[in-house]
């Protein structure tokens, strides 16, 4: 079952990982399309070019931290958190504004909103399954005092 788990949870970052440096690296690459896909935007246009540094160079950073097991939840949390702010940011764009380019990076920017939408959610969902399981490794094993346990087994 532990192992099980512990495969979910690999197998959910590395699709994480993929997906934000993907996307980051490509908005960073084609930084100034990103920039003016943002300009566009009525929510981003006063801000876009704070907005077009800061939020790819995130991406990358939140796809470090998920590859690096000793920080793996907190680089799941914020994923998490951007994940939603995207979703919140794609539905707004579909209720309220028509014929807006996506400003996405790479082949996701070519998909249309309504499946941007369900892939949003989705890669949520699952980005919420993989921060709740491995935080509740990090409570299990703070909680028995296994860490402190293992700590002194590999020091001896």
């Known amino acids: 079952k532990t192992k099980t788990k512990n495969i979910l949870i690999e197998i959910i970052s590395a699709l994480i990982i993929f997906l934000f440096a993907y996307t980051g690296l ?3 690459i084609d930084h100034d ?3 003016n896909v943002l300009a566009r935007s009525p929510v981003t246009k006063y801000i876009s070019g704070t907005v077009s540094w800061i939020l ?16 793996r939840i907190k680089g799941l949390l914020f994923s998490l958190i951007l994940m ?17 380019p996506c400003a996405c990076g790479g082949i996701i920017s070519r998909i249309g909103w309504l499946p941007h939408l369900i892939f949003n ?7 919420f399954m993989a921060w709740r ?16 346990y293992l700590y002194k087994k590999v020091g001896d």
């Open 133 to 148: 399981l491995e935080k509740h490794d990090k409570l299990f094993i703070a909680k028995t005092g296994i860490a402190e």
């Open 84 to 100: 939603c702010a995207f979703t919140a940011y794609i539905a707004g764009m579909l209720l309220f504004v028509s014929d807006l």
């Open 56 to 71: 790819p160079l995130a991406e990358v950073v939140v796809a470090i931290l998920i590859l690096i097991p000793r920080v």
């Open 33 to 35: 399309s990103f920039e």
């Open 121 to 127: 959610i989705f890669i949520t969902l699952l980005n």
């Open 26 to 28: 490509s908005k960073l």
